[in-house]
T-cell receptor, first 111, second 116 residues
Framework: DGGITQSPKYLFRKEGQNVTLSCEQN?????MYWYRQDPGQGLRLIYY???????QKGDIAEGYSVSREKKESFPLTVTSAQKNPTAFYLC??????????FGQGTRLTVV | GNSVTQMEGPVTLSEEAFLTINCTYT??????LFWYVQYPGEGLQLLLK?????DKGSNKGFEATYRKETTSFHLEKGSVQVSDSAVYFC???????????????FGKGTKLSVIP
């Protein structure tokens, strides 16, 4: 079945650590996105990528980094510079003009 | 830039009540419009979509009509169930090939609670 897979579902990070969230899609979509969702809040765009080896900052890119070495993969690294990383992270992919398909999310908690 | 405004929640309804969640948008040209649903602890699922004016998207008893004259895409359901309790997001994406045609814009979400 085609879809978009995020892993892990739950992730715990110590203060000062970098962590990487995985996102893989087999839908052959060109575009991929990372969103952050805080409790009771909407979605905020962190980064998006339209093609391999290219990506653009969203509204809240500070403290995050991404790479797009393969069409299928768009990992997100939450760096130690992100002062408040506890949140629910959602990855999505889409084709031009079409709606996005979302993964099941990764819940990141700082301990 | 593009924007989506949807009614603030939470919305609480009794089972079998009629549901309307308002959504209006600002965009150049003719964007595609979407409603997504998010159940607790999960990602977003595409509920329905419409790609041109006067199109009606429908799924699982939910409907929304693309109204260009009022720049609206209101979500409706005639008889809600407890299982419809979730957060609903309205979204748009510009036309393919247009500026920012990859960039989804979401509303802030409306939480719906249906009580038996």
């Amino acid at each position: 079945d085609g879809g978009i897979t995020q892993s892990p579902k739950y992730l715990f990070r110590k203060e000062g650590q970098n962590v990487t969230l995985s996102c893989e899609q087999n839908l052959n979509h060109d575009a991929m996105y990372w969103y952050r969702q805080d409790p009771g809040q909407g979605l905020r765009l962190i980064y998006y990528s339209q093609i391999v080896n290219d990506f653009q900052k969203g509204d809240i890119a500070e403290g995050y980094s991404v790479s797009r070495e393969k069409k299928e993969s768009f990992p997100l690294t939450v760096t130690s510079a992100q002062k408040n990383p506890t949140a629910f992270y959602l990855c999505a992919s889409s084709r031009p003009g079409l709606g996005a398909f979302f993964g099941q999310g990764t819940r990141l908690t700082v301990v | 830039g593009n924007s989506v405004t949807q009614m603030e929640g939470p919305v609480t309804l009794s089972e079998e009540a009629f549901l309307t969640i308002n959504c209006t948008y600002t965009a150049t040209g003719y964007p595609s419009l979407f409603w997504y649903v998010q159940y607790p602890g999960e990602g977003l699922q595409l509920l329905l979509k419409a790609t041109k004016a006067d199109d009606k998207g429908s799924n699982k008893g939910f409907e929304a009509t693309y109204r260009k004259e009022t720049t609206s895409f209101h979500l409706e359901k005639g008889s809600v169930q407890v299982s419809d309790s979730a957060v609903y997001f309205c979204a748009l994406i510009p036309l393919p090939g247009g500026a920012g045609s990859y960039q989804l814009t979401f509303g802030k979400g409306t939480k719906l609670s249906v009580i038996p």
